[in-house]
T-cell receptor, first 113, second 115 residues
């Protein structure tokens, strides 16, 4: 069972910011928050990850609440090419685990002209 | 940029055929993974490899085998293809870097249809 909870779908106007929420109610101390997206019929694309602090890269920003129970992925200026399924994951890449990724249902983001 | 390539985007095979899916990564990553993705079932790990000639079973290894003779290349073999192996197959790789940075990077996927 997926450990994270996301809304099934969201809409966004082109050029506006897309804010995608995720709940991580069972996240443990050594798990990172990861975000991937998958455009139809393509492989998943890594977007961003973080542990406690907010993170930003060329694709997106990640806001993690202080208690780490929720996060928000922000696409600052959404384009039509950002239409995809977005997955947030609690990922334990430490210890003896080499890191098995498990995707939940994700959020279908549709960007409209 | 990390690049993971897969030998085919689409494949059509007949039941009983031996099928080879190949994955190559160019980032000198130690870890490589094979997943399959099916509607309603999400992503499921078939096999992974953490070094050349090393392999570990994932959650659904039955009917599959793997080969890793070179660090950059990880092959998935369907010994005798069956219709229930019709799926999207995804290869991924990651580095054994410091904890928390084992980000997995995926290839474009191979959509396999077994008739």
């Amino acid at each position: 069972d997926a450990k994270t909870t996301q809304p099934p779908s969201m809409d966004c106007a082109e050029g506006r910011a897309a804010n995608l929420p995720c709940n991580h109610s069972t996240i443990s101390g050594n798990e990172y928050v990861y975000w991937y997206r998958q455009i139809h019929s393509q492989g998943p694309q890594y977007i961003i990850h973080g542990l406690k602090n907010n993170e930003t890269n060329e694709m997106a920003s990640l806001i993690i609440t202080e208690d780490r129970k929720s996060s928000t992925l922000i696409l600052p200026h959404a384009t039509l090419r950002d239409t995809a399924v977005y997955y947030c994951i609690d990922f334990n890449a430490g210890g003896t685990s080499y890191g098995k990724l498990t995707f939940g249902q994700g959020t279908i983001l549709t960007v409209h002209p | 940029d990390v690049k993971v390539t897969q030998s085919s985007r689409y494949l059509v095979k007949r039941t009983g055929e031996k099928v080879f899916l190949e994955c190559v990564q160019d980032m000198d990553h130690e870890n490589m993974f094979w997943y399959r993705q099916d509607p309603g079932l999400g992503l499921r790990l078939i096999y992974f490899s953490y070094d050349v000639k090393m392999k570990e079973k994932g959650d659904i290894p039955e009917g599959y085998s793997v080969s890793r003779e070179k660090k950059e290349r990880f092959s998935l073999i369907l010994e005798s293809a069956s219709t229930n192996q019709t799926s999207m197959y995804l290869c991924a790789s990651s580095s054994t870097a410091k904890t928390g940075y084992r980000t997995q990077y995926f290839g474009p996927g191979t959509r396999l249809l077994v008739l």
